[in-house]
């Protein structure tokens, strides 16, 4: 720093800053709504990921719950037919649509979403199971990604499913979960009688059979969207 002599005597011409002052005030709830209004809160999306997971329940976790509820194995449906797959690489989340018309004849229909699901570009030893994504619009061609396995009690999920099972025992409990799929709404569950007990009495987040019954082709299929501990039990 070169001296110019000015540095010891400048602060004799400077008039020390006065500023008025300020009473504090305690926001009011009004003013905060407003404030958030303007000033977002920004995350990077890996942060903002994790926070819109934090508390969301793994599919062993629901099926756990419905082990539970159920006490019983299923046997395996073979009707169920996965319709489709739709990921999503830059937000990390594959959906899973599929119908049953299992044993009772019924067509149900079913969504299954797997979060901080890991893509890449190149397929190699851990990333080997291949996922298109096709643009919106039709005219862009087809996004080819290479996904990890999906691991069953690591991957936060979200399921539903149409029928009344789901309804009745599930959705309920799921959707404070953040474990309700498909920007479905959890439809009230209204006890007709009061004289056979719940039907789910420990208000456990589970899934339907079908649910399970997705799991279970998405374990079988070749190389495997899911892998881990399944347990081969619900
Ligand atoms: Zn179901």
Known sequence: MVETGFESIYHLFEKPLKEPV???QKPTSRSRRLLEKVEPVRMPPDDMQSAKNEGRLTLRQMLDNSKKIFGRRHKQDRSIKITKISPYAGT???????TSTGEDNKMY???LIFYKVDFTDEKDAVHNRKVDI???GGQQRIIRKWMAPINIAKNPAAAWCSCPDFQYRHEWYLQPKK????GHKRRPYKRKTRTRPSVNPLKLPG???HLYQLALKLEASNPPFLVGPTGHGM
């Open 207 to 209: 899934v339907c059979k």
């Open 109 to 111: 229909n079913m969504t």
């Open 92 to 98: 990390r989340w594959i959906r899973f649509d599929a």
């Open 22 to 24: 300020k009473r504090a």
């Open 134 to 136: 096709t643009p919106k």
């Open 179 to 182: 474990s309700l799929a498909g």
